[in-house]
Each structure stands twice: as C-alpha cells, then as structure tokens.
C-alpha cells in the first residue's frame, strides 16, 4: 500500500473510533441529562467553546505541534468528555464540554491540513491535478468517518434495546408532530424514559474504550508531515501575535467573506437533524427508541455519498455537486413543513433523513476540498475559519431550539441555505473572472496560480 494512502486511512480510521463514541453520545445528553436542562446546556457550552478556540487555537497548536499531534492532543479532549458522564453533573459535564470544545477546533484544522499537504504532494509525484487527489482523500476520509454515526447509533440501539417495550403513542401528541411542533421541548413522555444506570455504564464503557483506542491509533500508526510548500519557500517563523491572528486575517479575503456562510449553513442543517428531526419527527411520532435507527440511515447514505462525490468531482466539478446537495436540502426543507408524521409512514421518516445524509455529504466534503484550494498558502488559518463559521452555526441553532416552533426553524433553514447558495455563486464567478485575467506583477502570480488552480 502506498504511504499516502496508508496515512489517509489510519486518519480515518482514528476519526472513526473516536466519532463512534463523541456521536453516539452528543445525540444522547438531552434526553439522559434532562434535569435542570444539563445536557442541552452542555451542549451548547461545548459549542461555545469550539467557537473560541476556532479564533485563535488552530494555527497556533498545528505550527508549535504539527498536525500528527495536534490531533493526538484534540483527540484527548475528546476522551475526558467521555469520561465525564460517568459522573454526571454540573461540576464534570460543563467542564469537559470546554475542553471537548477547545479541542474540537484544532482536530479538525489538523485533519483537514494533512488531507490537504498529503493530496498535494502526491499529486505532484504521480503528475496529477491537485485538487483532484485531495478530492479523492477527503472522500475516503468521509466515507469512513461518516460510518461513526452507524457503529455508535447502532451501539445505542442494541445496549438501550435491553429496556422494556415502550407504550404507543397517543393521537393526542402525534397532533403535535412534526412542523406544528412548538410545545415538545418541555413535554415529558413515556418514549422519553431512562435507561438504567447500569446499561449507561456499560454504553459509557465502550465510548471510552473507543476514544482510547484512537489515540493510541493516531500516535503509533500515523506518519508526521510537513509543508513542503511553506518549508521550500523558505517562510519566516511568525511570531506569536502574528499567528494567533492569522485566522482573523484571512477574513481580509472577500473570497473567505463571502464562504463563511457554507460552514455556517453546515452547522444550521447538522443541529436541525440532530435537535429538531430527531424530537419533533422521529421522538414525537415514533419514540426515542427509534432515533438511533434512523440516524444510521443518515450516517449510511453520508458515508457512501461521501467517496462518490470525491470520485465524481473529477467529471462535474464541483458546483454540480453544490448544485444537487442545495436541491436535495430544498426539497427536504419544503416536504418537512408540509408532512404530518405518523407511525403508520415509518418508512418515510427514513426516506428524510437518507435524503439528509446525501445533501450532507456534498457540504462535509465539497466545504474541505474548497476551503484547502482556495486558500492553500493559508490552510491552518482557513480551516479554522470554517469551524469557527459551522461552530457559530451551531451555536445559534441549539440557542433557539428551545423556544421556537420548527417551521420556524424550517423558515430560518430555508434563508440561510438561500443567502449560502447566492454567496458561493459570486464566488465561482470571481474565480471564473479570476482565470482569464493576466499576470500584471511578479509579486502577484503565485496567489493568482493558486486562484485559477481552483476553477472547474
């Protein structure tokens, strides 16, 4: 096997190990955390704190630390989140959401700027086009990752499916149900019931031994790199300041200005799937018992869509494939606020949230290989920008979750994707203007290269 291509896959499989668990567990704290609203508070904590580090972390850790242990570090976040539900409460949970969330951004930065330097420097062995083979990698990476979602929902299912046979839903609450949901937040019912402490213990017990054996995995197995790039152009070392804001200087891009609203869009669509499907359409009209399942068929579709799309780039470009996943959400947004669930449909609800997954894949792949071409001198300080963008998008999602009907939040879905299309649209027209532009100063053609580098 090729290095590169060995490196690719124990990244991914380290991701895969280590979302098992993180996944199965962010679906669960609010409903086995409900006292006193700890594991929605939770949650939007530790999004609060991918928020700030997406600011100032990345750049700083991926240059001291490289990107092999950055993500060991990042991956050990991860691990003490784990570790905190055993006991949990406000003085474990709070506290290890920060550090999962301190963490979170440099993982991802990390990951994506290894994809990113490993794709590059095969392609310039092999004689191919850049962005082709770090379309191909990042796919590889999402079809194994988006697995996680699958082996940790599947975990949850079969160690929660030991509890007794849940009663059936009244027609009274399927009334309430999908779009129309404005009350499910604050109404306890019998699908709602917690596990007991001991089946929690032994679903904490495998999360954590998951975690652990992701790190072990990326410490041992994955190969350091380094910028060959950065190193041949013979950079400077930069200095502190300059490196904690590099992520902010980047924004001077109007190119960067204008994409922020894809990540951002990611996070609105990931927290809409996660918080409101799974409540107000699959909880409300199926039971909680059932989430699980149909989270798999998110993840399975995500998954496989993910290594078709890094195939099928090399013939569509890539704003075909923007093209089908803002079509695919669309559709999904306009059928969601018309659809009245009900146990009888139990095949539709798997219908959406498969359709969910295949729009999700073009964003969680087609965002990366973006963010990495476009701005390849800077790919620390990008990839940061992204998870700050998706983070703030989460953050505000989970904020007005609690108080807002969901076609509503289906309204808010419906601008947003909107506002995101027509900003990546100027931005395909700039680097299409970009193209055919000449080379006016020396100083200015290794950034315009990279421009049109970029153009499908």
């Known amino acids: 096997m090729e290095r590169s291509l060995k490196n690719v896959l124990v990244v991914s499989f380290g991701f895969l190990l280590l979302f098992t668990a993180y996944g199965g567990l ?35 850790l991926i240059k001291k630390f490289g990107c092999k242990w950055t993500i060991v570090v ?4 991860y691990v003490a989140f784990s570790l905190g539900n055993f006991y949990a409460s406000w003085y474990t949970l709070i506290p290890t959401s920060i550090l999962l969330g301190l963490g979170a951004a440099p ?88 596990p007991s402490q001991t089946l929690i213990y032994t679903l904490l017990g495998i999360y954590t031994g998951s975690g652990v054996l992701a790190v072990l995995l990326i410490a041992l197995f994955l190969e350091p790199i380094k910028d060959a790039q950065q190193k041949s152009e013979g950079e400077k070392k930069s200095s502190f300041w300059s490196t904690l804001l590099s992520t902010f200087k980047l924004l001077r891009d109007k190119r960067l200005r204008l994409l922020v609203l894809l990540p951002m869009y990611s996070g609105f669509e990931q927290a809409f799937l996660a918080g409101d499907y799974t409540r107000s359409y699959t909880t409300c009209a199926l039971g909680i018992h059932f989430v699980g399942y149909v989270m798999i068929c998110f993840s399975a579709t995500n998954s496989l869509c993910s290594v078709l799309y890094g195939r099928l780039s090399q013939y569509t470009g890539r704003k075909a494939l923007y093209g089908l996943g803002a079509v695919t959400h669309l559709s999904c ?32 792949t087609q965002n990366n290989v973006l963010y990495g071409v476009l701005f390849e001198k800077n790919k620390e300080a990008a990839f940061a920008n992204y998870r700050l963008w998706e983070a703030l998008g ?37 680097e299409a203007k970009n193209q055919g532009r000449p080379v006016v100063a020396e100083q200015t053609k290794p950034t315009e290269e990279a421009e049109t580098e970029t153009v499908m």
């Open 26 to 60: 962010q679906s669960l704290q609010s409903s086995l955390y409900r006292e006193e609203g700890l594991g929605v508070t939770a949650l939007s904590t530790l999004y609060g704190g991918v928020l700030l580090s997406s600011m100032f972390l990345p750049p700083l």
């Open 74 to 77: 990042s991956m050990c976040c």
């Open 107 to 194: 993982l991802w930065s990390a990951q994506c700027t290894y994809l990113t330097i490993m794709g590059n420097t095969e392609a310039k062995k092999v004689g191919k086009v850049g962005r082709d083979v770090v379309n191909q990698y990042f796919g590889i990476f999402f079809l194994i990752f988006q697995s996680s979602g699958v082996w940790g929902n599947l975990i949850s299912s079969l160690v929660f499916g030991q509890t007794p046979t849940q009663e059936a839903i009244p027609e009274e609450q399927l009334l309430s149900c999908g779009a129309s949901d404005c009350l499910m937040a604050t109404v306890p019912t019998n699908s709602t019931q917690r």
């Open 333 to 364: 947004i306009v059928a969601l606020l018309l659809w009245k669930p009900h146990p009888d449909q139990l095949a539709v609800f798997f219908v959406f949230s498969g359709l969910w997954g295949v729009a999700d894949a073009v964003w969680q």
């Open 394 to 430: 989460f953050v505000i999602a989970f904020g007005y979750s609690t108080f807002l009907c969901v076609y509503i939040k289906l309204y808010i879905l419906l601008g947003v994707l909107s506002l995101t299309m027509l900003a990546y649209g100027i931005v395909e027209y700039l």
